[in-house]
């Protein structure tokens, strides 16, 4: 069964239509993000040339998928829509509450055990507006949307930040927040503001240890955390013939780490085969009629420059594994250095654990690859060093990789074979050592590695690499050791080297499964919404409070944070998944991880009214309880990392009504703007210096708010100076109302 075929059916049937009226309109050739984002705007006759990265326009996505922790807040907000089903269709996928701990056997069990009330509500939720649902154990969101739901030319949203993925079949797939999502499944315009475009030409073929991993760490190194913010990555040239769809879905996967609003390759042969691989022949007929809309015009292939923004050249062929890390995805080493540079940087050599999976690598594809190195290390008789750790992608990916023998090359040299899930990628990991806090090294074959991210220890280093290059290093028990050039010692004490990885990009037998774990939407509204008003994990929300008519007076300073703050730092995940539909209780871990410019140290913040230091969360508490706003100050890409839309509820709901910050990654902007919170950024980056500790911060101007206009900061010092400087906002009319509104929600039920 193909899902949402008629969706497709009646996409593809007007698709090349659209695409010819926007060449018309816009009087040039297209790249191919410009035929899909003109393909989808909300209102056709809206349809101009809009200016990328300055116009916000609106689009009509095909589709929303949800996680499991990102779906709770989404739909909570959902039912205050007032709405009998969703618009459009829609899924929620039970991924990333299942913790990692001895295996499937036993961690799937209890996961559902102890997340019941949880997966009981997102069933009975999923089921009452018309939901596909997949139960926990059927795989990673990303994955299972990648067999099931993508589809070139097609746009869809999603509660998480590695979306994106789905730009491996061709797809605009955007990572949003919650208040997004819900605005696309109440048949509202979703807001975006028009991507920049960068071309990624690829030449070349990769080969040996190289992967397709290993294009995104360079690039990552090239461009950074920021350097994709508000731009679409667009991949071309004759290189991409070598890189199958599931390492295109890779590489548009981590091009999230960038910041980037999506990354997006052209349907092609290899595209094609994945369709049908994966049974969507159907699918695959549809888009093999629109190819030539599927891909850039040729104009635009002949003279890139033209069209793109930014182009980046990359040679597939120079291309060598890359390590990234630790502590954030773009600090990048190609592994040839790895020897001088580990000891420069005192980075703890050892490796202890390597981790293969993640919605990034847990393909078929990825595990063949990775299993063709384990399986080496048993026929060669090489002890193996380091913990493995294998998490698939999906029930699709387990069952077929069980039947084709590649999970027992694993488990011949130990390797652990944890849920179809996110598990420690997400921090869903209890990780087995005696000191949680010691410095040490791991490997990973996912897509972040932010400090305390997968264990929970600030003194973890985690690095990224290949499924297959992070399986030659656990084997090695080296940070430095290179496949390519060096050898390792069987057990009896001779050298041997490990041939370059091998593996079939799809199945040879095809793609089995027994069982998938899913739930079609039901037709019937009748279904009761289990919430236990008793609950400690589950809670209905309330309505921010408008905006009251005036500037804000005297508030005092949260927290002034330095350096890299993520949403990982702002709402930890982590033990704390188990509250992300609970707003109260997560808001306890209001950024704890964050470090607080005046001491130097995390979740210890002056509390002004009583000139204690306590954790953040208890000074804005005391703050809210005597009836008193505050403000957060931070430095540049604030919000960076996941979509999660805590990072922005948690301090609304705790009174916290400004973030000033050198600026701000995408998702995060928005969510901020959703709940009705000022998102603004300092004109000038070093008056973020003459913000003190027990400043009185006042902010005028709101009777005056409008597009394109400054606000006024006023730092009122305990020694009685004063400091003034203006700040900016990026918020358009639509975005003005949230805010008077106190939310997008509440300005919603207005209209």
């Given at each position: ?187 509202q315009p979703w807001e975006l503001k028009m991507p920049r475009l960068i071309g990624v030409r690829l030449t070349g073929k990769l080969s040996g240890w190289a992967s397709p991993k290993d294009v995104i ?535």
């Amino acid at each position: 069964m193909i899902l949402d075929f008629e969706l497709m059916k009646k996409f593809y049937a007007s698709y090349g239509k659209q695409v010819e009226k926007a060449r018309k309109e816009i009087c040039r050739p297209l790249t191919y993000a410009e035929k899909v984002l003109y393909a989808h705007l909300f209102r056709p006759s809206d349809l101009k040339p809009y200016q990328r990265g300055v116009d916000y326009v609106d689009f009509r996505p095909d589709r929303v998928a949800m996680q499991d922790a990102t779906a709770q807040m989404a739909l909570l907000q959902f039912m205050n829509a007032g709405k009998e089903q969703v618009a459009i269709p829609a899924s929620v996928h039970c991924d990333h509450l299942i913790r990692a701990d001895v295996g499937a056997a036993k961690d799937l069990p209890e996961a559902c055990r102890t997340n019941k009330e949880v997966y009981d509500f997102l069933r009975s939720v999923s089921q009452k507006y018309h939901i596909g649902f997949w139960e926990p154990g059927a795989g990673i969101i990303h994955q299972v949307v990648l067999e099931n739901y993508a589809f070139p030319g097609g746009m869809m949203v999603g509660t998480d930040s590695h979306t994106p993925n789905a730009g491996g079949l061709g797809m605009v797939a955007v990572g949003v927040g919650g208040a997004d999502a819900v605005d696309v499944l109440t048949a509202q315009p979703w807001e975006l503001k028009m991507p920049r475009l960068i071309g990624v030409r690829l030449t070349g073929k990769l080969s040996g240890w190289a992967s397709p991993k290993d294009v995104i760490l360079k690039i990552l190194g090239i461009l950074t955390v920021k350097g994709g913010t508000n731009s679409i990555l667009e991949y071309f040239g004759d290189g991409i013939r070598s890189i199958s769809a599931t390492g295109r879905a890779t590489i548009c996967n981590m091009g999230a780490e960038l910041g980037a609003t999506c990354s997006l390759f052209p349907f092609d042969e290899n595209t094609d085969e994945y369709l049908c691989q994966t049974g969507r022949e159907q699918v695959a007929v549809l888009a093999r009629q629109n190819r030539k809309d599927l891909q850039a015009d040729e104009q635009v292939y002949a003279h890139p420059d033209a069209f793109y923004d930014q182009i980046l050249e990359i040679d597939l062929s120079s291309i060598e594994p890359y390590l990234n890390g630790p502590f954030t995805p773009d600090a990048a080493t190609p592994l040839s250095q790895m020897k001088s540079k580990g000891p420069a940087l005192d980075f703890p050599m050892t490796v202890e654990v390597g981790l293969v999976g993640s919605c990034t690598n847990s393909s078929y594809e990825d595990l063949c690859r990775a299993a063709s190195i384990a399986r080496q290390a048993y026929e060669k008789n090489i002890p193996v060093k380091a913990q493995l750790i294998i998490n698939p992608g999906s029930e699709q990916i387990r069952y077929t990789a069980e039947r084709d023998g590649i999970l027992d090359a694993f488990q011949e040299i130990g390797a652990v074979i944890m849920t179809n899930a996110c598990g420690p990628c997400i921090g869903q990991w209890k990780r087995h050592t005696d000191d949680n806090n010691r410095k040490n090294s791991i490997v990973t074959s996912f897509n972040r590695n932010f400090r305390r991210r997968a264990d929970g220890n600030p003194n973890t280093l985690a690095f990224i690499g290949s499924p297959e290059l992070v399986t030659a290093l656990a084997i090695a028990g080296r940070l430095d050791f290179n496949p390519v050039v060096d050898t390792l010692q069987d057990k009896n004490g001779h050298p041997v080297k490990l041939d370059a990885p091998t593996g079939f990009t799809f199945p040879p037998k095809g793609f089995e499964v027994k069982e998938r774990g899913f739930l079609p939407p039901s037709e019937h509204s009748d279904v009761e919404v289990l919430i236990d008003p008793h609950s400690s994990r589950l809670q209905r929300l309330k309505p921010f409070a408008p905006w009251d008519g005036k500037d804000l007076e005297d508030m005092p300073l949260l927290i002034k944070t330095q350096g890299k703050c993520t949403t990982d730092h702002i709402s930890m995940a982590g033990p704390w998944l188990k509250f992300r539909g609970h707003l109260q209780n997560i808001s306890d871990n209001l950024l704890m991880g964050a470090i607080n410019a005046f001491n130097g140290e995390s979740n210890k913040v002056k509390d002004q009214l009583t000139g204690a230091y306590v954790p953040v969360s208890t000074a804005a508490k005391d703050y809210k309880a005597h009836g008193i706003s505050s403000i957060v100050v931070a430095e540049d890409n604030y919000g960076e990392g996941s979509s999660r839309e805590h990072a922005a509820m948690e301090p609304r709901f705790l009174n916290v009504k400004v973030i000033l910050a050198k600026s701000f990654a995408r998702i995060h902007e928005t969510n901020l703007k959703k709940q009705g919170m000022l998102a603004l950024t300092f004109i000038d980056k070093d008056d973020y210096n003459k913000v003190q500790e027990d400043d009185r911060i006042s902010l005028t101007g709101l009777q005056e708010f409008r597009p394109g206009s400054k606000l006024s900061v006023v730092l009122k010092h305990k020694d009685g100076s004063r400091e003034q400087f203006w700040v900016a906002h990026t918020y358009n009319e639509t975005q003005i109302a949230w805010f008077k509104a106190g939310s997008a929600l509440n300005n919603s039920r207005r209209e």
